[in-house]
């Protein structure tokens, strides 16, 4: 159901019973062993950050191996998260053709990681929180709103459904050592072209040398 602010749509899949028993172990293992660091400068079409900016490093796994080795997760991804974007937003949605692009991992490593403030490209987008992270420990995601500034506090199993093209979005960074993982997933308007702004997949996939 909504919140309040009709922002997002939230869904606890743990209690839908949708995720295996281990699905946590599984994602944390592919994030550990197939991700690879990216420094995102603030310099893309579609980044909202403020200037001189410190880059925000984070490692990131590729669609195309969550499909190989999280088989499951790309299912849920392409049926049941899809059904839940249909049956709860105006108009018809589809996931994304570029398979690379239509889900990724999101892994922060350590205090102080974040991510950048940004918008998104895509109609609309979900995010299944795989970490959970409480009032003081960081991590949040934050939407600034017209009026206001919505936090989201991460909870282990919830999927939440939004469109931020025009709602600029932020994590804030970790207060403590540690990881914190998500997985954020894209959606199309169903029948319309899938349009990327030319920049992006070179901006977030651009492996840094460390």
């Known amino acids: 159901m909504f919140d309040t602010s009709n922002t997002y749509a939230s869904f606890n899949l743990i209690e839908l019973g949708l995720l295996p028993e281990n699905w946590v172990a599984q994602i944390v293992k592919v994030a550990e062993e197939d991700s690879y660091l990216v420094k995102l400068d603030g310099k893309s079409s579609t980044s909202r950050e403020p200037e001189n900016s410190d880059a925000a490093e984070v490692y990131v796994v590729e669609g195309d191996v969550i499909a190989e080795k999280l088989n499951w997760l790309h299912k849920l991804y392409q049926i049941d998260f899809l059904e839940f974007a249909n049956n709860n937003f105006k108009g018809l949605y589809d996931f994304a053709q570029n398979i690379k692009s239509g889900t990724n991992i999101n892994l922060l490593k350590g205090k102080n990681a974040r991510y950048e403030w940004h918008v998104d490209s895509n109609p609309?987008?979900?995010?299944?929180?795989?970490?959970?992270?409480?009032?003081?420990?960081?991590?949040?995601?934050?939407?600034?709103?017209?009026?206001?500034?919505?936090?989201?506090?991460?909870?282990?199993?919830?999927?939440?459904?939004?469109?931020?093209?025009?709602?600029?979005?932020?994590?804030?960074?970790l207060q403590k050592e540690g990881i914190r993982i998500s997985v954020?997933?894209?959606?199309?308007?169903?029948?319309?072209?899938?349009?990327?702004?030319?920049?992006?997949?070179?901006?977030?996939?651009?492996?840094?040398?460390?």
């Open 124 to 173: 609309l987008t979900g995010v299944l929180f795989v970490t959970t992270h409480n009032e003081n420990e960081g991590g949040e995601l934050i939407f600034k709103l017209p009026k206001e500034t919505l936090t989201i506090y991460p909870k282990s199993g919830t999927l939440i459904l939004f469109d931020a093209r025009q709602i600029p979005h932020t994590v804030l960074p």
């Open 184 to 210: 954020p997933l894209n959606y199309y308007n169903r029948g319309q072209a899938q349009i990327r702004p030319d920049d992006l997949d070179s901006y977030i996939y651009k492996k840094s040398d460390q």
